[in-house]
């Protein structure tokens, strides 16, 4: 029998409220080891909220969060061991270089100084930053900015990755060499990743998680969302946009 696979992202029963806003409820989801999903949702859904309680940096208002089997609360430190995180804008410094922003993430996460340089190395190579090493990260184009971040997510050689809009701002080639980059990290890592563009979701996931106004509206195989037409018709029906609003018609007058 084969053995069941670890769940290394799991979500139960999120949410998030900002006074009386419900940013996030009842958030339920596991993804087990070596998936890819695509997190797809309109602008304001929750996909970062619900990204940022999932890597610890904010405290739900109710349910748990867990990644490789850790509590993201009161197993802080042994669930960042596993993760890597790519929040929307950075974490850069403008002023440091990319190679010193390395060596300040990796001592901060405690690698000894020749683990450290091995993995500098690895990562460099891995994310091509040759090119940048020395130049202020403030000076670099977007796509560069990109790389770097995805080198100090990758640092430490998590299992797991969480990535919130990766792609967002980058030109096509840049997107193309991104997604490139997923799909070989996706052979050794589980991956979670956020985007509210539809063609990011049959490009990177073999699952998709939409979410609307803080709920989870489908999880399931791209494929079976799409039933052989576009992704547009579903997202449109079950994101509820426009609802109440005619389409505007010529004056015939
Ligand atoms: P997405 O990442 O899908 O665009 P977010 O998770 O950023 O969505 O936001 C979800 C909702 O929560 C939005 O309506 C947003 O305006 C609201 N929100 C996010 N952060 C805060 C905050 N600190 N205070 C109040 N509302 C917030």
Same mark, same amino acid.
């Given at each position: 029998?084969?053995?069941?696979?670890?769940?290394?992202?799991?979500?139960?029963?999120?949410?998030k409220?900002?006074?009386?806003?419900?940013?996030?409820?009842d958030?339920?989801?596991?993804?087990?080891?070596?998936?890819?999903?695509?997190?797809?949702?309109?602008?304001?859904?929750?996909?970062?909220t619900?990204?940022?309680?999932?890597?610890?940096?904010?405290?739900?208002?109710?349910?748990?969060a867990?990644?490789?089997?850790?509590?993201?609360?009161?197993?802080?430190l042994?669930a960042?061991?596993?993760?890597?995180? #790519?929040p929307? *804008? !950075?974490? @850069?410094?403008?002023d440091?270089? +990319?190679?010193? %922003?390395? $060596?300040?993430?990796?001592?901060?996460?405690?690698?000894?100084?020749d683990?450290?340089?091995q993995?500098?190395?690895?990562?460099?190579?891995?994310?091509?930053?040759?090119?940048?090493?020395?130049k202020p990260?403030?000076k670099?184009s977007?796509?560069?900015?990109?790389?770097?971040?995805?080198?100090?997510?990758?640092?430490?050689?998590?299992?797991?990755?969480?990535?919130?809009?990766?792609?967002?701002?980058l030109?096509?080639?840049?997107?193309?060499?991104?997604?490139?980059?997923?799909?070989?990290?996706?052979?050794?890592?589980?991956?979670?990743?956020?985007?509210?563009?539809?063609?990011?979701?049959?490009?990177?996931?073999?699952?998709v998680? #939409?979410?609307? *106004? !803080?709920? @989870?509206?489908?999880d399931?195989? +791209?494929d079976? %969302?799409? $039933?052989?037409?576009?992704?547009?018709?579903p997202f449109?029906?079950?994101?509820?946009?426009?609802?109440?609003?005619?389409?505007?018609k010529?004056?015939?007058?």
């Amino acid at each position: 029998m084969a053995a069941t696979p670890k769940i290394m992202i799991e979500a139960r029963g999120l949410a998030k409220y900002y006074g009386p806003f419900v940013a996030v409820r009842d958030v339920t989801f596991a993804i087990p080891e070596g998936q890819i999903v695509a997190f797809l949702g309109p602008n304001g859904a929750g996909k970062s909220t619900t990204m940022r309680i999932l890597t610890g940096y904010l405290a739900p208002s109710g349910g748990t969060a867990r990644i490789a089997g850790f509590d993201v609360r009161t197993q802080r430190l042994e669930a960042a061991k596993r993760l890597g995180y #790519l929040p929307e *804008n !950075g974490p @850069l410094y403008d002023d440091m270089t +990319p190679v010193g %922003l390395l $060596k300040f993430f990796g001592e901060a996460r405690c690698l000894p100084p020749d683990r450290l340089s091995q993995r500098i190395d690895l990562v460099v190579e891995q994310c091509a930053l040759h090119d940048v090493l020395e130049k202020p990260i403030g000076k670099l184009s977007r796509g560069y900015r990109q790389r770097v971040g995805l080198a100090q997510a990758l640092l430490h050689d998590p299992e797991v990755l969480i990535m919130d809009e990766p792609t967002a701002g980058l030109d096509p080639n840049q997107i193309r060499e991104f997604r490139e980059n997923i799909k070989v990290l996706g052979k050794t890592k589980t991956i979670l990743i956020s985007t509210h563009i539809l063609q990011e979701v049959s490009a990177v996931g073999d699952r998709v998680l #939409l979410i609307h *106004n !803080g709920k @989870l509206v489908y999880d399931g195989k +791209p494929d079976e %969302l799409r $039933k052989g037409g576009s992704l547009e018709e579903p997202f449109y029906r079950l994101t509820g946009y426009g609802k109440g609003i005619s389409p505007v018609k010529e004056d015939t007058d």
